[in-house]
DNA sequence: AATGTAACGTA
DNA sequence: CGTACGTTACATTG
C-alpha cells in the first residue's frame, strides 16, 4: 500500500488553479467544503485497493479528502474554514420529490465509515463540522456564504456539486473539482460567464431547463446549455422564458411547453437555502492550532506517512517553531575558544548523540560540522572548517576514544565522513538507523525525522532532515542556523536512543544489535574504505572487446529485418518481432509482451529466425559492456572500488551492495567471468583469497528442521545432491545420474524459496506432473523439511514474525491477508527469511570473528568483500597459511555459538587463493 | 528532472 | 506460479 499511496500523493500534490490564489491580503477568507461530495470524489478517484491500513480499513476516500483539504490550506491560506455534510437522505427536497436524488446508487461498502473518519480527523485539525437534518451540505454552506459575504469576508465553496456556482459573485468563488479531487477549476463569475454565457445568478435558471442528472432531475428535452442560455438572457431570466413559452417556435419550444412543471420543480428545488438556522456564524470559524498529538495517533492509525509530512510541512513558520518545542527547548551552548574539552569531561560518563554533517562516501568522505548533545537537553556545535586547534584536539580525542559512548544515526556514513578529515570515530554504543531496521527490517528507509516523527512525536524541521552526505548547500545559509540543526538531529539521536532501545529489547534483538550489527558496521567501514584493486588496464581492454560485440551483434540484428532500431527498447522490438516479423506472442506484461531472455530463447527454438540469435547476443555483449563501464568510473584515485555495503536495506538481515554493487558481478558465463580477472590484488600485497561456504542454506534448512536424512546427508561428507538423489529415487549413490542430480539441486534449492511444482516444472522443462511426483517422493524421504516447512508458516501467522537463529525478526502481517496473492507471497517470504537471514546471521559472526582474529594476530591481511556467502580477502606477504586457517576456523565455527549450542550439522568451507578473484575463486 | 518498467546480474 | 538484492536504459510524467 505504501507506494500506492506515494503515487497518489504525488499526483494529488499541486491544486492546479485557473489563477493564483491571492495572498498577503487583510480581508478574512472563510474556506467552506461540502464535505460528502468532496469524499466521494475522492473515493471514486484514488482505487480503493491501493488505500487500506493493515487491519483492512479502507481509506481511500480518507486520503483523497485530506490531501485536498491541505493542497487548499496550503494554497488558499483561508482565516476561516467549516466542513459541512449531509444529514440523512431525507431533506425538504426529497420531501418535495420522491425520486430527488433517487438514481443514486447505495452507497458502496468500502466507502461507509470513511466519512466517519474524516470527521474524526477534522476534528483534530479543530476544524469546525455542521449538518443540520433536513437540508443539504450545500443549503449551510449558501448560507454561511451569504453571512460572510455580507460580513466583507471572501468566500471559497469547494464542492463537486454545481448548483453552488448559484452563489459565485464577485468576493465568492467556487472551486469545482474538474478530475479526481487534485484539481479545481476555480468558478468566478468571469469564468461562470464563459463557460454557460451566464450570469452565476442564473445559472440555476439554466439548470432548471437542461436537467441535473446527479440529482435525478430531467431537464427539458431537446434543449441544452446553449439554448438554454439563449432563451435565458433574450427573456431576462427564467419567469421570462415561462411566461412567453408560448412565443417560442420549433422543436425545442414545443419540448418546453410540455415540461412546464418539470422546469418550475428543478428551479424550485436547485434553489440554495440561505436562511438555514446554524449554531455558529463565519465569525466562529476561525482557523485553530491542531490537536497534534491526536493526529498524529491518528495519521498513525490510517498509516499515512507521505500524508503527515506534507500536513505538518505546511504549517507556517511560527507554527512549525511551536511545535519543534522538544528542539527549540535544547539548549545550544557556546562553549567558547577552547571550551569543548571541558564541556567533554564534564559528561565523560554519558553516551552522547553525535550528529555529522558531511559526505560519507567510503575513501572520499569528508566532514565539516559536527554537533553533540547531552540526555539534559544541552548541545554543542562546530564547525570543522573553522574550528579552534584546542577543540579540534578535544573533539578527535573523544571521537576516537572507544570508552567515550556516542549514539548515532548512520554511524558508517560518520565514519567515512570523519575519515574524510583524519578523524577516527569509536565507541559508537547505539545507531538509531540499525535499532530501527532489527525492529522493522521491511522498511527501505530509515530517515532520522521519520524516526522522530514516528517514536519521539517530534519533528525535525526538513532542514534539519538534510542527510550527512547532503548539506553542503546548507553551509550557504547562517551558520548559526546550520549548527542548531545539528543540534536538533543530536538531540533526536539521543532522544531516540532511549525509546528505540526499549522496542530493540522488546523485540530480543539488544544482542543482534550490541554484539552483531554494531560491530559489524565498523568492520564493513574498514572494508569499504580499503576497496579492491581492480586492473585499469585491462577492465578497458574488456570494455573494448564486449564494445566490438556489441556493434557487430547490432550490426548483423539490423542487417536481417533491413532496418535500424533501438534493440535496448522493449517497446521498439515487440513491433519487430510480433508485428514485422509476426512471431508468436510471448508472457504478457504491463506493456505488451515481453522479450526477455527465456521467452526470446524460446521463440528461437520454435522460430529459429537468425533475428533472434543476434538479439540475444546483443543483450549479452550490451550488458557486459554496461557492467564493465560502470566498474571503469567507480575506480577511485587509489586505483581501487570502493562499494558501499548497506547493513540497513535486506529484509532478511542480508548485506546489500551497492555504487557499485560488487555483490553482483558476472561469474556464470565465460565472458562474465573475464570480468573477475580485473579485480586483482593490490600493491603490498600478495594475493586474493576467497573462502565460501557450500550449500549453507541447505544446511541451515537441514539444522532448523532437524530432518534426520538432511543432517545424515551433510555429516557423511558425500556430494549433498548425489546423497539426496540416491535416496528419493532409490538408487545407489553412485548411480545418480547427472539428470537425478540437477534435478535435486534445483528442487532442494527451490524448497528454501517456496518453489511450487508448476515453478520447478518449468524450471527443469518437465512436466508439472513429474515436478509433482518428484517433490512427493522428496518429501517422503525427507519429511522433517516439510514439517519445518509448513511449521514455519503456522508460527509466523500466529507471532506475526519469523526468526532467524539468532532470533532476527521479520514481520509479516500479511500472512493473515484476505487476498491470495500477498497471503502465498508472504507464505513464501516466511519460509525464506529464517534460512536466508539465518545464513546471513552466521556470515555476519564469521566477518566479526576473522576481523577480531586478523587483528589479535597482528596480520596485516584484510577483508575486503562479502557476497552473501563468500568473503574475499586481501592477503600480505607471508600470512596466506595463517589467513586461509583463521578464515576456515571462523567461517566454520561461527555457529558454535548460537542459542541452543551448534548447529546439528558441520559447516564447510572452501578457500581458493589467486592474483585476481577469478583465479582465487573456485 | 523525476519516476516507473523491463531486463538481468549475483547469492 | 521461487527468495533477497542493485543497476541500467527506455519510456512516461511533471
Known amino acids: 500500500m505504501a507506494k500506492g499511496m506515494s503515487d497518489m500523493a504525488d499526483r494529488l500534490a499541486p491544486v492546479s488553479a485557473d489563477q493564483p490564489a491571492t495572498t498577503g491580503s487583510t480581508t478574512p477568507r472563510l474556506l467552506l467544503i461540502d464535505g460528502h461530495s468532496m469524499a466521494y470524489r475522492a473515493f471514486y478517484a484514488l482505487p480503493v485497493e491501493n488505500f487500506a491500513t493493515s487491519t483492512g480499513q479502507p481509506t481511500n476516500a480518507v486520503f483523497g479528502f485530506t490531501s485536498m483539504l491541505a493542497n487548499l490550506l496550503r494554497d488558499e491560506e483561508p482565516t476561516h474554514v467549516a466542513v459541512a455534510f449531509d444529514a440523512g437522505r431525507t431533506t425538504f427536497r426529497t420531501e418535495r420529490l420522491e425520486s430527488y436524488k433517487g438514481n443514486r446508487a447505495s452507497t458502496p461498502e468500502p466507502f461507509r465509515g470513511q466519512v466517519d473518519i474524516i470527521r474524526a480527523l477534522l476534528a483534530t485539525l479543530h476544524v469546525q463540522v455542521l449538518d443540520k437534518p433536513g437540508v443539504e451540505a450545500d443549503d449551510i454552506l449558501a448560507t454561511l456564504t451569504a453571512q460572510a459575504r455580507d460580513q466583507g469576508m471572501e468566500v471559497l465553496v469547494c464542492s463537486g456539486d454545481r448548483d453552488t456556482f448559484q452563489l459565485v459573485g464577485p468576493t465568492v468563488t467556487v472551486l469545482y473539482p474538474v478530475r479526481g479531487v487534485s484539481e479545481m477549476s476555480r468558478m468566478t463569475p468571469d469564468a461562470v460567464e464563459a463557460k454557460y454565457g451566464l450570469p452565476p445568478a442564473r445559472y440555476p435558471d439554466l439548470a432548471a431547463l437542461v436537467g441535473e ?65 446554524l449554531p455558529v456564524g463565519p465569525e466562529d470559524l476561525a482557523v485553530r492550532p491542531w490537536d497534534r498529538q491526536a493526529l498524529h495517533e491518528m495519521l498513525d492509525e490510517l498509516e499515512f506517512r507521505t500524508l503527515r509530512d506534507r500536513l505538518f510541512a505546511m504549517l507556517p513558520d511560527e507554527t512549525r517553531d511551536e511545535r519543534v518545542a522538544t528542539a527549540a527547548a535544547l539548549d545550544l551552548v557556546q562553549t567558547g ?46 564547525d570543522l ?90 553551509l550557504e545559509v547562517d551558520g548559526a542556523d546550520e549548527g542548531r540543526r545539528a543540534a536538533v538531529r543530536a538531540a533526536a539521536v539521543r532522544d531516540l536512543v532511549d525509546v528505540l532501545g526499549g522496542e530493540v529489547a522488546d523485540r530480543g534483538a539488544t544482542t543482534l544489535l550490541t554484539d552483531l550489527e554494531l560491530p559489524l558496521q565498523d568492520v564493513l567501514a574498514r572494508m569499504e574504505r580499503t576497496g579492491i584493486a581492480i586492473d585499469r588496464g585491462y577492465l578497458s581492454s574488456l570494455e573494448q572487446e564486449f564494445d566490438g560485440r556489441v556493434q557487430g551483434a547490432a550490426a548483423d540484428a539490423y542487417a536481417v529485418i533491413g532496418r535500424e532500431v533501438n534493440l535496448g527498447s522493449p517497446k521498439q522490438l515487440q513491433e519487430v518481432l510480433f508485428d514485422q516479423l ?100 593490490g600493491p603490498g600485497y600478495s594475493t586474493l583469497l576467497t573462502a565460501d561456504y557450500s550449500q549453507i542454506e541447505m544446511r541451515i534448512m537441514a539444522h532448523l528442521s532437524g530432518d534426520e536424512g538432511l543432517i545424515a546427508a551433510f555429516r557423511s561428507g558425500e556430494d549433498l545432491h548425489s546423497y539426496v538423489g540416491s535416496r528419493v529415487f532409490g538408487v ?108 546471513a546471521d552466521l556470515i555476519k559472526v564469521a566477518m566479526l570473528g576473522v576481523d577480531a582474529e586478523l587483528t589479535r594476530r597482528g596480520l596485516r591481511s584484510r577483508m575486503l568483500l562479502q557476497v552473501h556467502d563468500e568473503l574475499v580477502l586481501e592477503v600480505a606477504e607471508g600470512e596466506r597459511e595463517e589467513v586461509e586457517s583463521v578464515v576456515r576456523t571462523q567461517m566454520a565455527h561461527a555457529g558454535d555459538g548460537v542459542p541452543g549450542g551448534a548447529l546439528d550439522v558441520p559447516l564447510d568451507v572452501s578457500v581458493g587463493v589467486g592474483a585476481s578473484w577469478h583465479e582465487a575463486g573456485h
Not at 553516551?351 to 554543542?380: E, F, K, M, N, T
Not at 565514519?415 to 559508537?428: E, F, K, Y
Not at 536495506?649 to 580477472?677: C, F, H, K, V
Request: charged residues 25%; neutral net charge.
Open 385 to 474: 572548517t573553522a574550528i579552534e586547534p584546542a577543540d579540534d584536539a578535544a573533539l578527535a580525542a573523544w571521537l576516537g576514544d572507544p570508552d567515550r559512548g556516542k549514539s548515532l544515526h548512520a554511524a558508517k556514513e560518520a565514519w567515512h565522513a570523519l575519515d574524510g578529515r583524519g578523524l577516527a570515530l569509536r565507541g559508537v554504543r547505539f545507531d538509531t538507523e540499525l535499532a530501527a531496521y532489527l525492529c522493522q527490517p521491511d522498511r527501505r528507509a530509515y530517515d532520522l525525522p521519520d524516526l522522530a516523527i514516528g517514536y519521539l512525536r517530534r519533528e525535525l524541521s526538513s532542514d534539519a532532515a538534510t542527510s550527512a552526505g547532503q548539506g553542503a548547500l546548507d
Open 582 to 681: 509476426g512471431m508468436p506472442r510471448t508472457k504478457r506484461i504491463k506493456t505488451g509482451w515481453t522479450t526477455d531472455a527465456a521467452a526470446l530463447t524460446d521463440l528461437f527454438a520454435r522460430t529459429g529466425h537468425p533475428f533472434l540469435e543476434h538479439l540475444l547476443a546483443h543483450r549479452d555483449a550490451i550488458r557486459l559492456r554496461q557492467t564493465v563501464e560502470g566498474l571503469l568510473r567507480s575506480v577511485g584515485d587509489d586505483g581501487r572500488i570502493h562499494t558501499t555495503f548497506q547493513q540497513t536495506i535486506a529484509a532478511t538481515g542480508r548485506l546489500s551492495s551497492a555504487d557499485p554493487n560488487l555483490q553482483n558481478i558476472p561469474i556464470r558465463t565465460e565472458a562474465g567471468r573475464q570480468i573477475r580477472r580485473a579485480f586483482v590484488v
Open 732 to 839: 545407489a549413490t553412485g548411480d545418480v545420474t547427472p539428470a537425478m542430480r540437477s534435478k535435486i539441486k534445483a528442487m532442494s534449492y527451490g524448497l528454501a524459496y517456496g518453489l511450487s511444482s508448476y515453478g520447478l516444472s518449468q524450471q527443469l522443462a518437465i512436466e508439472v506432473s513429474e515436478a509433482s511426483a518428484l517433490m512427493t517422493d522428496y518429501f517422503e524421504r525427507f519429511g522433517g523439511v516439510r514439517d519445518y516447512l509448513t511449521g514455519v508458516v503456522d508460527e509466523a501467522r500466529a507471532t506475526g514474525y519469523t526468526a532467524t537463529i539468532l532470533g532476527r525478526r521479520r514481520y509479516l502481517p500479511d500472512l493473515t491477508s484476505d487476498n491470495r496473492q500477498r497471503r502465498e507471497t508472504a507464505e513464501r517470504m516466511a519460509l525464506n527469511a529464517p534460512i536466508q537471514g539465518s545464513a
Open 213 to 277: 442528472t446527479s440529482d435525478n432531475l430531467p431537464g427539458v428535452p431537446g434543449v441544452g446549455p446553449k439554448t438554454a442560455a439563449k432563451w435565458i438572457t433574450q427573456y431576462d431570466g427564467l419567469p421570462g422564458v415561462l411566461e412567453n413559452a408560448e412565443r417560442i417556435t420549433g422543436k425545442a419550444g414545443e419540448s418546453l411547453r410540455a415540461h412546464l412543471a418539470q422546469v418550475e420543480l428543478n428551479r424550485e428545488l436547485n434553489r440554495l437555502l440561505v436562511d438555514v438556522e
Open 337 to 382: 575558544d577552547g571550551g569543548l574539552g571541558a564541556w567533554l569531561d564534564a559528561r565523560a560518563d554519558e553516551v552522547l548523540g553525535l550528529d555529522v554533517r558531511g559526505s560519507g562516501a567510503p575513501a572520499r568522505g569528508d566532514a565539516w560540522g559536527v554537533a553533540i548533545a547531552d540526555g539534559a537537553g544541552q548541545a554543542v556545535a562546530y
